[in-house]
């Protein structure tokens, strides 16, 4: 029995699912797989976690692997404009046809599961489903999953990752990961798996020592990345500029010299670093990639809405989905360095972010915001709320409130007369908003909350 016939039939069944609340662990989703006959077990499968940084790693590893012709699943969340986006196979988002006959395929197992017992798998429990099921059926060569919240309790920790990767640990979810970088650091590490590697961009001593420790009680080898001479996997930066970024690598096997990077910021040749010293592990493992293949996917890799730069009308747009206090550091602080001032600010925050320290780090570059709301209107803060902690920590800040995005991105247009740039940020919602406007993006007609966040399997 087919219960869907159009896409948006099984969007608007997903997205239902958001109401029946969290789950922890990877229990819930094992009964659906064990219907399935847990063939999530036979997949390949690299899974990425962090505060930050994780979907950009999971993206140039991706194409890494592309490049050296494998047949990649790639399963991210959350999604811009497309819940298809979310599970690929080399860069190929599902088809509508196929999401379809797989959700179908799910419904009926979830309504048969139901006859025997009450049973309420949530939104990212069955999304993950349908990408196992899709990568599984496939045949593909490895499987790149980017956990959802956290990891130990998230739904992805269900499979079994060769390799497992931390980008960074920083303060976010604290309401469902714990209060400090430690109580963080032992959510995540939970990825880790025994006589396996673990790889980690971790800088922080606090939740290094606690990812070391906990890999060390089942044999998990842990190999850390970063700049610092200590590090088992070095990188330098070259160059890092909004035109060029530019990196040497010092890895277990391999050094490259001015590997070119197309995504913008220096803080990408650290997730970079962490995809290559997975692809080492790789090849210790068996597989095939060469320098030639990683150069290829490093110039051509792509991740809509990071530190994405439009010329609109000889206007240069920033696009750019940080959405905490660390993130529009790491972004202001770029853009600072790159000479950029007097910026125009369109934001829109979720109403679950630290929004005061963004908007902090925010008055370091711009003193005119225009402030809106994003469609997802019940994890929207309201501008006036975002105007008077701006006016509290700036009084002379210049201020719009207009509530639509693209009518606010349309003022910031008309306010810069083709001088001063535009910063678009605050959350994947407002950036995605701002792009169906400036690249006329075509989006999923239902718009509503990434209910991920909100019904994660989680703590």
Not at 26 to 40: G, M, P, R, S, T
Not at 160 to 177: D, G, M
Not at 196 to 215: H, M, Q, V
Not at 247 to 258: A, I, K, M, P, V
Request: proline share 2%.
């Amino acid at each position: 029995m087919n219960k869907f016939n159009k896409y948006e039939d099984v969007l608007n069944w997903l997205y239902r699912l958001k109401r029946f609340g969290m789950t922890k662990g990877v229990d819930n989703l094992k009964i659906l797989a064990e219907e399935f006959k847990n063939i999530h077990d036979e997949l390949k499968v690299i899974l990425v976690t962090g505060s930050g940084g994780k979907g950009s790693t999971v993206a140039i590893l991706s194409k890494i692997l592309e490049k050296s012709n494998y047949k990649v699943g790639t399963f991210t969340k959350p999604h811009l404009h497309r819940y298809t986006e979310r599970i690929s196979i080399n860069s190929q988002e599902i088809s509508r046809e196929d999401l379809i006959e797989i959700a179908n395929r799910i419904y009926n197992k979830i309504e048969e599961i139901r006859t025997r017992r009450e049973y309420y798998p949530t939104f990212f429990e069955v999304t993950s489903m349908i990408s196992i099921l899709y990568f599984y059926e496939r045949n593909v060569d490895l499987c790149i999953y980017e956990v959802g919240i956290g990891g130990r309790y998230d739904a992805t920790n269900i499979l079994n990752p060769l390799i497992s990767c931390i980008t960074r640990v920083y303060l976010e979810h604290t309401n469902i990961l714990g209060n400090t970088v430690e109580d963080i650091a032992w959510n995540k590490v939970g990825i880790a798996r025994e006589n396996r590697f673990l790889i980690t961009g971790e800088s922080d001593n606090r939740a290094l020592r606690i990812i070391k420790d906990e890999c060390s009680k089942i044999d998990c080898e842990v190999l850390t990345v970063g700049k610092e001479k200590n590090k088992d996997i070095i990188y330098e930066t070259v160059i890092s500029n909004l035109n060029e970024n530019k990196f040497n690598y010092f890895g277990l096997l391999n050094e490259y010299n001015n590997l070119e990077l197309n995504l913008k910021g220096d803080h990408q040749q650290l997730n970079c670093s962490i995809a290559i010293a997975c692809c080492e592990i790789l090849k210790i493992l068996g597989y095939n990639i060469n320098e030639g293949a990683i150069r290829e996917a490093l110039k051509d890799v792509k991740w809509a809405g990071r530190m994405e730069i439009f010329n609109y009308g000889n206007t240069s747009i920033i696009l750019d989905a940080a959405k905490d206090p660390y993130a529009m550091n790491t972004l202001v602080n770029f853009l600072i360095r790159n000479g950029l001032k007097d910026v125009i600010v369109v934001i829109s925050i979720s109403s679950d972010k630290d929004y005061k320290n963004m908007l902090s780090e925010l008055l370091r570059l711009s003193n005119t915001f225009i402030l809106s709301k994003h469609k997802v209107m019940e994890r929207t803060i309201l501008p006036e709320k975002l105007k008077e902690a701006l006016l509290a920590m700036k009084n002379d800040t210049k201020i719009y409130v207009i509530n639509d995005i693209k009518e606010a991105v349309k003022k910031a247009l008309e306010i810069s007369n083709k001088e001063k740039p535009i910063l678009v940020t605050g959350s994947v919602f407002t950036v995605a908003e701002a792009r169906e406007f400036l690249k006329n993006e075509e989006s999923d007609s239902i718009n509503l909350a990434d209910p991920h966040t909100l019904i994660d399997s989680s703590p």
